[in-house]
């Protein structure tokens, strides 16, 4: 159901934003992929040319960066309209947390990397190429990677938690604000999933991090591949508005079984 179709991934060089891109591209897409790190990127899309014989894209992107994303953008309007072709797929992935603290002792570089990207950086992609999805694109679909932590906050994860609940209100805003076109707006939250995530929220710590996911089995990025797999195709008049995935051992943001 993907064959002939061209989907962007942000932050597409690691964790669950790679995982979307193998699903896509075996699916039958051609891939517009964007991440800070080009030479990751550069390899990747090499692989899935020769593995999968798919077109591929790249750009190097910072999605802290508006006049990166907006110059990107241009680009890919550029690039795929000389093709006759349209951007039909968004998938929102690239996010971060920095740090757990209190509220009241929060590092405020922390929240500025955490806002510029999961709600500015999407912000600006959504901005950017909607519009250019909605002219050419039959039966475009705009993919937000929100997160359990956007449903309820837990402690020392306050800003964290706000930039996830603010993904879910931009996509149910777009969501609203389109409703007389074709687009189809969807948030997937995933629950704990086991990718370099919490190295980067405790700044390279990576004993700390691997605590995060220990005595439990978390989601692996396939398993929410599949989610995003999931909701990218079904029929054009299904809309999959919101999608919660956790792990068994998770019943919330903030439950979580250990013991195994
Ligand atoms: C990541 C989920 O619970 O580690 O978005 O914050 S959690």
């Not at 994303?69 to 890919?76: C, G, N």
């Amino acid at each position: 159901m993907l064959e002939g179709k061209n989907v962007l991934v942000t932050g597409a060089s690691r964790g669950i934003g790679r995982a979307v891109v193998q699903v896509m591209a075996e699916g039958g897409a051609n891939l517009i992929l964007w991440s800070r790190s080009g030479g990751e990127l550069t390899v990747l899309a090499e692989d899935l040319q020769v593995r999968l014989g798919c077109r591929v894209w790249t750009k190097q992107v910072d999605m802290q960066r508006h006049d990166q994303v907006k110059e990107a953008s241009r680009e890919v309007g550029e690039i795929l309209s000389a093709e006759g072709l349209s951007l039909d797929i968004l998938v929102n992935n690239a996010g971060l947390a920095r740090g757990l603290d209190a509220v009241h002792e929060g590092d405020v570089d922390d929240w500025d990397q955490m806002i510029d990207t999961n709600l500015k950086g999407l912000l600006w992609a959504t901005r950017y190429l909607v519009p250019f999805m909605l002219a050419d694109s039959p039966a475009p679909l705009v993919i937000a990677l929100g997160s359990t932590a956007g449903m309820a906050a837990y402690a020392k994860g306050g800003v964290y938690c706000a930039t996830k609940a603010g993904v879910r209100m931009v996509q149910d805003g777009l969501r609203i604000d389109t409703v007389n076109t074709r687009l189809r707006v969807c948030t997937i939250q995933p629950g704990l999933v086991e990718t370099d995530f919490s190295k980067v929220r405790f700044h390279g710590d990576e004993a700390r991090a691997k605590k995060v996911y220990e005595q439990l089995v978390p989601l692996s990025p396939g398993d929410v591949a599949d989610a995003v797999l999931y909701v990218a195709t079904r029929p054009e008049h299904v809309q999959i508005s919101e999608l919660t995935i956790m792990p068994a051992c998770q019943a919330s943001g903030s439950v979580v079984h250990r013991g195994v």
